[in-house]
Structures are given as C-alpha cells and as structure tokens.
C-alpha cells in the first residue's frame, strides 16, 4: 500500500475516534441540559418559582484534555482519559439561594439512571482563596444507534453572589498569570466572606415572602380558575375545580 494513503487512513481512523469521543460528551452535556430545563419548567408550572436561574455548559477542547494529561502524566490513549478525566464535559447551574443549591442536587440523586460518583462541598467548607460552589461529579447514560454509554459530567452548583465571586477571582488570577499579589488576596477573601453573608441574608428574606405569600392565597383567588402551560392560558371551569376538590376530600 502506498505510504501517503496509509497515513492518511491513519489519520482518518483516529480522527474519527476523537470525534466519536468527544461527540459522547457533547450528547452527556445535551442529555442534562434537557433534565435540568424539564425540571426547572416543572416549578415554573407548579410552584410558579424555580431554583434554577441560569445554566450553562462547557466541553474541554482536545488542546486543554491532552494539557491535563500531561500534567497528570496519564496515558495518552482514549480508554484511559475517559477514566481518568471526569471534567471534560461541565455544567454550571446558577441558583438564587443556597436551599436551591441542596434541592438539586437531591432532584439529581432521586433520578436512577443518573449516579453520583463523587461531591465536594465548597459551600459548607470553602477552598482557602474563598472559593465556594457544590461539585458534582455523575454518570450519565448517553444513547446512539450503535450503543449505550455511560458518561462523565462535571455538575458545579452555586449562588449568584457565588458565581460573581469566582467569575472574578478567576479574571484576577489569570491577568497576574496565576500570581495574585497579597493585598489582592486579601480583598478577594474579604469579598467571599461578603458574598457569603448576602447569601444568608437572601435565604432569610426568601423565607419571610414566602411565607407572606402563603397567607395572602385564598381559594377563590382568580389565579386557581387559570392554567398556564406551553405559553398558553386555559380556563378552568369551576364545576372541574369543585370535583376535584370533592374527590381529593373524599
């Protein structure tokens, strides 16, 4: 066989391969974005408040995994990053309060196709720069007309303040190329400590309007004749609404 046409199957195989991994990840990224918005549509309907804000997802170029392996001094082989590096593809969700952060991850443990493989808890105890979130690391089943495979998915869960901190310790630590002068430090670690007393005083302000509301809703207040659902308003009739109270009395 000709040299040149052997490299260049060569080449083509294995970047198939790459391609069919990384695709994987892609799809485990897209399989939990789809969870997460169906559970966040779910207490929009129900409860007419959710405990997501934002979401948003990240894959590891293949210049970023291969500078893990090296720094790891891992294989540098397929089979081996795939055990060996459960980052690759990252989901951040944004919450409005530290509750919200626990309610999800317990949603995330109640689905059973989905295991949790391991947690770091950076809320209860914060990396020594200030730096808090829930970490998450699960497996996710990712179905293709040829297989099913379970992947890795980095899930972080944090607040707004929180997410606002780290945003912009990671700007300062890389314009010093990873050397932050002291007096920095300083002012970022005065500043998590800030962020962390906003959070608990919003869950407590969360708490006291929740409360509130729950004393002002009465039956025979309009919104319980309304069902909003796919952008649509449906009515619904008073006669339904007194039946199904009559059979969830009986």
Known sequence: MDKSLHTYNALKQLKQSLTEFMMMYKFALDEIETRMSILQEEFELLHEYSPIEHIKTRL??????????????????????????????GLRITCSFISDIYKLEEMLRQQTDMKVLEV?????????????????????????SQKRENVCVEIQIRTIAMDF???????????YEKSIPVHLTNELAIAAQTAAELDAKMENLQVEVQEVKEQ???KTDSKWQQLQM???????????LEQLQDLSDS
Do not use: C
């Not at 590891?60 to 690759?88: C, G, Y």
């Not at 796919?230 to 339904?240: E, G, H, V």
């Open 120 to 144: 770091k808890d950076y809320i209860k105890t914060p990396k020594e720069n200030g730096y808090r979130s829930l970490h998450l690391i699960v497996e996710v089943p990712v179905y293709t």
């Open 60 to 89: 590891k170029s293949p210049e970023s995994i291969f500078d893990k392996v090296m720094r790891k001094k891992l294989n540098a082989n397929l089979a081996s990053i795939k055990t060996h590096i459960q980052d690759i593809a």
């Open 165 to 175: 901190w780290a945003s912009l310790e990671h700007k300062i630590f890389y314009k």
């Open 230 to 240: 796919n952008n649509q308003s449906f009515a619904i009739p008073q006669k339904l």
């Open 216 to 218: 002002q809703l009465t």
